[in-house]
């Protein structure tokens, strides 16, 4: 272990003289332990205080997941453990999140801003509507984890050790090297590649202030209706309908793919589907008998978990790099 408090200084700007990162994930991308690795590295390689902690879901894989790091100085305690709503450092994992979340609420002009996407970063500022003022930093980190087969999360933090160049890469590719070697010896040296693909392969962006999309302030979200103005009774106009719930903001960018001639109907898949895209119909055989077949796979519901390509016995379905983000 290594301290370096000297070199260590926090670009802080608020008035509790923390820095603040927010992470915006899907399950399964690994933000929480890229949250505590970046953490890790603060407190035991930096010397500063830190906390990281995430928000999840019903259910881990494939539902939207949000990782918060706070870092201080030596000297200085952290008592808040409430969500980070004013980042300095905004990451986000998969641009899909812009259908369902409000990535740029509580950035400012000030901050940075991390995409992983294999866009332009003009056209991402347009996407994510992101204001004048922030530096943008664009990595194909998706595309750089499927060639060196590991998860996007290293890769991600190879690009965070060059946004916040506070956090020495060397120190952060050491935290690297000690959560892999305990469980997964075989991942740190694809894992470090990621990492100095993730530091080197970046597009930066400073943002122009030009005033085409304005600052977004944080606010919570208040319902319309509470105990002093609920109708008594009443009809339910748009009851909740689940034809309408469109799933493509879960993928974590592959989808299960079908090959028809591999594929021998066992129903595998369809029983392993969580949420029961794959679609058979029933047809005649051959030999003149009534069957069910493999139709099709309903993309709009589908999370991207991938159980079904894992469950099938005959490769008949395979992960595909999903590319309309
Ligand atoms: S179709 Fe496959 S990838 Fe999509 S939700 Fe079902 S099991 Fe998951
Ligand atoms: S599990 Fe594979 S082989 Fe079986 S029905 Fe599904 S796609 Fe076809």
Redesign the pocket.
């Given at each position: 272990m290594t301290t370096d408090t000297k070199k260590t200084q926090l670009p802080s700007r608020n008035e509790f003289g923390t820095y603040e990162i927010r992470m915006e994930s899907i399950g399964g991308q690994g933000a929480n332990l890229a949250s505590k690795i970046l953490a890790d590295t603060a407190i035991l390689e930096l010397g500063l205080n830190g906390i990281s902690f995430a928000s999840y879901g019903s259910e881990k894989k494939?539902t939207p997941v949000r990782a918060y790091i706070r870092l201080a100085a030596a000297d200085k305690e952290i008592r808040i453990n409430s969500p980070v709503i004013e980042p300095d450092l905004e990451v986000i994992f998969s641009l899909v999140l812009v259908k369902s979340l409000p990535l740029m609420m509580g950035v400012n002009p000030g901050a940075k801003v991390i995409v992983n996407t294999a866009k332009s970063p003009e056209e991402v500022r347009d996407i994510v509507k992101i204001p004048g003022g922030v530096t943008l930093y664009c990595v194909d980190a998706l595309g750089i984890a499927v060639e060196e087969k590991v998860r996007l999360n290293t890769t991600i933090l190879g690009t965070m050790a060059r946004a916040a160049d506070f956090i020495d890469k060397d120190h952060l590719e050491n935290s690297i090297r000690r959560n892999f070697e305990k469980k997964y010896p075989a991942l740190v040296e694809p894992n470090i590649k990621g990492f100095r693909r993730g530091y080197d392969e970046v597009k930066i962006y400073e943002v122009p202030d030009d005033g085409k999309y304005p600052l977004v302030p944080f606010h919570s979200f208040q319902p319309k209706l509470g105990w002093k103005n609920a109708p008594i009774g009443g009809v339910i106009l748009n009851p909740g309908n689940s034809v309408l719930n469109d799933?493509s903001a879960s993928r974590s960018g592959f989808?299960?793919v079908w090959n028809a001639e591999k594929c021998i109907n066992c129903g595998e898949?369809d029983t392993?589907?969580?949420?029961q895209?794959?679609i058979f119909e029933r047809r005649t055989d051959d030999k003149g008998k009534e069957r069910q077949f493999f139709s099709h796979?309903?993309?709009k519901?589908?999370?991207?978990?991938?159980?079904?390509?894992e469950?099938c016995p005959k490769q008949a379905?395979t992960a595909e790099r999903e590319t309309g983000e």
């Open positions: 494939g799933l989808i299960p898949c392993t589907c969580p949420d895209c794959i796979i309903d993309i519901h589908c999370k991207g978990c991938l159980r079904c390509v469950s379905l």
